[in-house]
């Protein structure tokens, strides 16, 4: 009888994980890619300044989106990017751009890449985007020929004026600078509706270099200021309507209040996950033990046991530590405990996925509907429910905060600057990833872990720095894999004051993660794929949208680590016997060891 209730709730448990597992698959399917419908048309490098007869510094991404799919858990939808349909370019009436695309065809991101050079006409030109099969989804793009912008993006103290004013070149037809041009300087937007933007001048004509320019005063509040520039000639021909250029001011008070804010955030990112933890094993009770128990007969069971119990109770940490537990009572095997250790690591990246998906929305419902059951709710496994219900909901309210204050100060060169320090990027096109910033980051990401004694939290963190433009793809993959090294520090800790065959399981724990990582970081550097670290190019093409231009990255975030995990277990799983030798021969069990 004992083993047939146990039996009957390990079952019911996996049709639980399983139906999970079947609605994150749906879930995940509304951001595949398609060759369906093209609603709208998203555009990278327009409003680009450039002289005439010259090449936009910047090259024209295309981005293809179908139409918006409702998600199973409702709110906005998403859009999925729609591939191989092909982009023709029309310039309009008056514009003499010409565009230089190799292959206009949208690739399996929905993306297609251009390059754009300025004719012999000044003044705004405009270039329409036409999906073919899809007119009504055209979009037109302006550029402004026969003018540069100088001093924008500088950063200053709150108050403080600009170091460089800001200049404006104007030229002719005949591509020489334009004296007496007209331009004109004017409050864009500011951060808050207090703070002010001053010019001195506030219009003024270009010299005979064909410049004209202002000394700008920024505000007292943190945050970005938009600067609008007006070029009027109409004389000559020469006329650029609203041209708008970014300036950035630190305030000191400020920039404390926003880190206590992102930390406040972290803190109730952290409080959600152990609420959610604390109430889905609420809810398993005694459940979770005896699945571990029952489905530990050989390594393929006990990966299956240590990824639905992780993915159930969201914590690999606890999973490890129960491992720790059986096994210091002899209720496991060494090799047992390594494939469950196995499959904590697969289940943990349930929690990653789930926070790549955009369910913000949810955040307050969840936390209100949460919070009246927990006060109402009398039976454990309701109130258990209530405290899921409820991390669910901070959890993403925590990522929330995080991410709306970083991209605040996103675009600071200061903070650009200190994130540079460790950042991935190869520095050419086609070459290797720095390796002092890969090992930095691992370091980064490892330590960040140890502290916060949570992986999740800590690929919550990179999927924020990521979201707001701070870190890169290429920095968001090592530090994952440093959160891996840092997740074994717990089972460790755990088994110091157990037996000897408790610390074996925790060190398996170790190799395994520390062999995962190094073949993985050898990889970056050993196999190459389209002029990019294989790897990275793998989850890029199985991953909709570009990662290595920033869009969708926090799903090539969540990818990355699911399919590092998996591909982990599936390379180590026939070689846990010899992990299991390699423990006895660090840490050896007498003969007549309890």
């Known amino acids: ?257 926003l880190i206590i804010t992102v930390l406040g955030g972290l803190a109730i990112f952290i409080f959600g996950m152990k609420s959610m933890t604390d109430g889905l094993q609420l809810i398993a009770g005694d459940k979770m033990k005896k699945v571990l128990a029952f489905f530990t007969g050989n390594r393929f069971a006990a990966v299956l046991a240590g990824t639905a119990v992780t993915g159930v109770i969201q914590s690999s940490s606890a999973c490890t530590v129960m491992v720790v537990g059986f096994v210091n009572a002899g209720l496991l095997s060494l090799e047992q405990a390594i494939g469950v250790v196995f499959g904590a690591n697969i289940g943990t990246t349930v929690t990653a996925q789930i926070i790549s998906f955009k369910l913000g929305l949810l955040a307050f419902p969840c936390i209100t509907i949460g919070l009246v059951v927990m006060m109402v709710a009398k039976k454990s496994v309701w109130k258990g429910w209530a405290s899921t219900l409820m991390g669910f909901g901070m959890l993403f309210f925590g990522l929330g905060i995080m991410s709306n204050e970083l991209k605040l100060i996103a675009r600071f060169p200061s903070i650009i600057h200190f994130f540079q320090q460790f950042d991935c990027e190869p520095l050419t096109s086609g070459g290797y990833m720095p390796l002092g910033s890969v090992l930095g980051a691992v370091a980064i990401g490892t330590l960040m872990t140890i502290v916060i004694q949570s992986s999740s939290a800590t690929i919550g963190i990179a999927m924020a720095l990521a979201g707001s433009g701070l870190i890169n793809f290429y920095t968001a993959v090592p530090l994952i894999l440093g959160d891996n090294i840092g997740t074994t520090v717990t089972a460790n800790l755990a088994a110091l004051g157990a037996n000897r065959r408790a610390k074996q399981a925790a060190f398996a724990h170790f190799i395994f993660n520390i062999l995962g990582t190094t073949y993985m970081l050898v990889f970056f550097y050993a196999w190459y794929w389209n002029g990019q670290p294989a790897y990275l190019e793998l989850i890029n093409n199985i991953t909709p949208g570009n990662a290595f231009d920033g869009e969708n990255v926090t799903r090539h975030i969540a990818m990355a680590h699911s399919l590092f995990n998996v591909f982990n277990v599936l390379l180590f799983l026939p070689l846990i016997a010899i992990i299991a030798r390699i423990c006895n021969m660090v840490i050896p069990v007498p003969d007549d060891a309890d």
């Open 1 to 257: 009888m004992k083993y047939k209730n146990s039996f009957s709730s390990a079952r019911s448990f996996f049709a639980l994980f399983a139906a999970a597992v079947i609605a994150g698959a749906l879930l995940s399917g509304c951001d595949d890619a398609s060759s369906g419908e093209v609603k709208s048309v998203k555009v990278k490098g327009g409003e680009q300044c450039a002289p005439p007869n010259s090449e936009c510094a910047k090259p024209l991404i295309i981005e293809l989106l179908g139409p918006v799919k409702k998600g199973m858990l409702g709110g906005k939808g998403s859009v999925a990017p729609v591939s191989n349909v092909k982009v023709s370019f029309q310039t309009l009436p008056g514009s003499d751009l010409t565009v230089e695309c190799d292959n206009p065809v949208s690739d399996h991101g929905g993306n297609v890449k251009a390059t754009i050079k300025t004719g012999s006409k000044i003044g705004d030109q405009y270039l329409k985007i036409i999906p073919e099969g899809f007119p009504k989804a055209a979009k037109t793009i302006r550029i402004i020929s026969g003018v540069s912008v100088g001093g924008a993006g500088q950063e200053v103290f709150a108050g403080a004026t600009l170091p460089e004013p800001v200049s404006v070149t104007v030229y002719d037809k005949a591509g020489k600078p334009a004296a007496n041009v007209p331009v004109f300087f004017r409050v864009a937007s500011t951060p808050g509706k207090k703070a002010k933007l001053k010019f001195k001048p506030s219009s003024t004509i270009t010299n005979a270099e064909g410049v004209a320019t202002t000394v700008c005063t920024l505000g007292e509040k943190t945050g970005t200021y938009k600067i609008l520039i007006e070029v009027a000639d109409p004389e000559r021909g020469i006329q650029a309507r609203g041209i708008v250029i970014e300036e950035m001011a630190m305030n000191l008070w400020g920039l404390g209040g």
